[in-house]
């Protein structure tokens, strides 16, 4: 697909979509499966869905929303939260996962991308990374997990290479230094990724306007623009923002 792709996000807990800044102070943000609904008929490309609270015991609930949405909704869905194996991917498969996103667990065990990749292909493969500032780092950034709050001392760059080594079709890179605040994306950081690896990569954090965006796609290589907060607030809407980026020749895929 060569147009540049937007993806609303619907972050979980316990079963309500939520939003907060850097993964904290979350706020209650709208019915997942109503807004899913709505983004579809926004022409959003795709829709990611996030458990970021992930627990055994939550784990049935959140596929069965997915199932869900799956049920009410034919656009690409992005599933990630708690996939620990193949076994996991299989069911979020069955309930509807159009691509698979891990991102600690992949940490932790850098073979569950090789496994995946074996067991669906590259493309339905996502490596979610958490990102911050580490000027201690060569590169500058770390990966980190738990949103942000647990520190890896892996070198982003590194890792990303990795990743694309290992056969991921995707990165979701979100800069948790950026996320929430709405001050727009991490064009240096993404400028500098976009331009190592040969994978589509996913902005995530910081978006705050339709110029912001433009920013991204006009500065980077990224392919794919992810938000949330902006979107389920009504402070940006996806098909505005679709018909903003065409006006500025930025291509995107719209429906006649």
């Not at 890792?159 to 079709?169: A, I, L, Y």
């Not at 948790?176 to 994978?199: C, P, Q, R, S, Y």
């Not at 965006?213 to 902006?230: G, K």
């Amino acid at each position: 697909m060569s147009c540049k792709t937007i993806i609303p996000c619907l972050d979980i807990y316990n079963g309500k979509t939520v939003k907060g800044i850097n993964f904290d102070n979350l706020k209650e943000a709208g019915d997942p499966v109503q807004l899913a609904a709505y983004y579809e008929h926004q022409q959003a490309d795709e829709l990611a869905i996030l458990n970021i609270a992930a627990t055994k015991e939550n784990r049935a609930d959140f596929l069965n929303l997915v199932e869900k949405i799956r049920n009410t909704t034919t656009f690409p869905l992005i599933v990630g939260g708690g996939i620990n194996s193949v076994d996991d991917a299989k069911e979020a498969v069955s309930k509807g996962a159009s691509r698979i996103s891990v991102n600690s667990s992949a940490v932790k065990n850098p073979q569950l991308i090789d496994d995946l990749v074996k067991k669906f292909g590259s493309e339905k493969v996502v490596c979610a990374i958490d990102a911050k500032k580490n000027s201690s780092l060569k590169g500058g950034w770390e990966v980190t997990t738990s949103g942000g709050k647990i520190s890896t001392g892996i070198d982003l760059f590194k890792w990303v290479k990795e990743v694309e080594n290992r056969g991921c079709g995707s990165i979701l890179l979100t800069s948790m230094n950026h996320d929430g605040t709405k001050g727009g994306f991490a064009l240096k950081l993404l400028a500098e990724l976009t331009n190592i690896v040969k994978i589509r990569v996913i902005a995530s954090g910081g978006a705050g306007s339709m110029d912001d965006f433009v920013d991204l796609f006009e500065n980077t290589n990224c392919t794919s623009a992810l938000a949330a907060s902006i979107f389920h607030y009504g402070e940006v809407e996806v098909l505005k923002l679709k018909h903003y980026l065409d006006e500025m020749g930025i291509e995107v895929c719209l429906k006649k």
